[in-house]
């Protein structure tokens, strides 16, 4: 269902229905996977690296894993370069002066079509 809802634009439904599918079976890897499809967009890079490493753990050969494990690579590179990047300049998440920067760290939606 979630990805039905994804497809018709319905964004906040279908992480509503990802959550809930999960709730029910945890180890539902393409729950998992919708959750990360919907975690690409700006200043969700924390949840996108937590849903890339949960489905990677429930799933690690399916055909989709290989896009996943680069798609988590290069989220993981682009927060710590926006941590390092705060880290010298003195900004603190917390300040909010890191949303702009945030931003660059989601995967673009046609680069790693899962």
Do not use: C
């Amino acid at each position: 269902m979630a990805w039905i809802l994804y497809n018709s634009q319905r964004i906040n439904e279908a992480e509503q229905s990802a959550q809930e599918a999960l709730r029910w079976k945890p180890s539902f890897a393409m729950a998992r996977l919708m959750l990360a499809e919907i975690h690409r967009m700006p200043n969700k890079g924390p949840e996108l690296v937590e849903d890339l490493t949960i489905y990677l753990r429930l799933d690690p050969d399916s055909a989709r894993s290989g896009h996943a494990r680069q798609a988590l690579e290069e989220t993981r590179q682009a927060l710590e370069k926006v941590r390092t990047s705060n880290k010298d300049s003195g900004m603190s998440r917390e300040s909010g002066h890191s949303t702009d920067e945030m931003a660059a760290v989601s995967v673009g939606p046609t680069q790693y079509p899962f």
